[in-house]
């Protein structure tokens, strides 16, 4: 691979790859219900970017729900194996969600902030140091 990335990822099978070609816009650990059912876990950790800046490769299923505020968000997992990739929030079309966790390297993920805190399961211990919300603050889906 002659280009350089700023981050790759793939799939637990490999179906599905990534590319991505700059920094993150934010990162951010959600507790909100559909994402701690989404990811089996007490949170989603997600980097989002400009959606131009990522290229997919593989084909993917699709999830839609609708949030508490009315926006539908979409999230994206490879067909194969079930790993939940990518997520897409029509309030913010030309952002993308991306799952910390089928980085290659996520190293460099530092989460921005922390929502639906209200939410959050008594086992699932957070950096206190990040900033920590107990809903979905408004400025956070916009972009």
């Known amino acids: 691979m002659s280009e350089k990335y700023f981050a790759t990822g793939q799939c637990l099978c490999g179906n599905v790859k990534f590319t991505i070609a700059s920094a993150p816009l934010r ?3 959600c507790h909100c219900d559909d994402c701690r059912k989404s990811t089996g876990t007490g ?3 997600n980097a989002f970017f400009n959606r131009k800046d990522i290229n997919i490769e593989g084909e993917l299923s699709r999830y839609a729900s609708t949030t508490d ?3 539908v968000v979409s999230r994206f997992f490879c067909p194969n194996c079930g790993s939940r990739l990518f997520a897409e929030n029509n309030a913010a079309a030309n952002i993308i969600g ?4 089928v980085l290659d390297d996520s190293s460099w993920f ?3 902030a922390i929502v639906y805190n209200k939410r959050k ?4 211990f957070m950096d206190t140091s990040i900033p920590t919300f107990e809903e979905m603050p408004p400025a956070a889906v916009q972009k």
């Not at 991306?98 to 966790?101: I, L, Y």
């Not at 399961?121 to 699932?124: E, F, L, N």
């Open 27 to 29: 990162m951010g650990q």
């Open 43 to 45: 949170h989603a950790s």
């Open 69 to 71: 505020s009315g926006s």
């Open 98 to 101: 991306v799952s910390a966790g």
């Open 110 to 112: 530092k989460a921005n």
């Open 121 to 124: 399961p008594q086992w699932d």
